[in-house]
């Protein structure tokens, strides 16, 4: 059982370090283009799409993993937050209000995860 306990904070820790190394190398220059605004079809997209990785993603730690239900919720939220970021990355410019979006179905789909 105690692997388990380390082998989890590892790879949580791993997954948390890369996302904070991710956002630390956001140039502050960065900033929000005047057209993105926070409602409109894009930030409904990414709260949809967040929100199913959320919940597969929870899903898929809960059966293939012995992770209690909060350890993966808590795995999914971090991943789908990975995926949101590295998306931002590809994109042409950086959107601080997509990955609220991101966060915000993410969120949601962790918190209403059934097992299915």
Known sequence: ??????TRGIVAGRVFCLLIAGLAVIPLTWAASA???WT????VK???????????AYNFYLKNTEWSENSSKAA???????VGVA????DDEF???DL?????????????????
């Open 46 to 56: 990414h709260f949809a799409v967040s929100f199913a990785l959320s919940t597969l």
């Open 95 to 97: 959107s601080w209000k």
């Open 87 to 90: 998306k931002e990355f590809i």
């Open 76 to 82: 999914a939220f971090v991943s789908t937050m990975a």
């Open 100 to 116: 609220g979006a991101d966060a915000a179905g993410a969120g949601l789909g962790v918190a209403v995860s059934i097992e299915f």
């Open 1 to 6: 059982m105690r692997s388990l306990w380390r």
């Open 35 to 37: 057209d993105d605004e």
């Open 40 to 43: 409109g079809t894009d930030k």
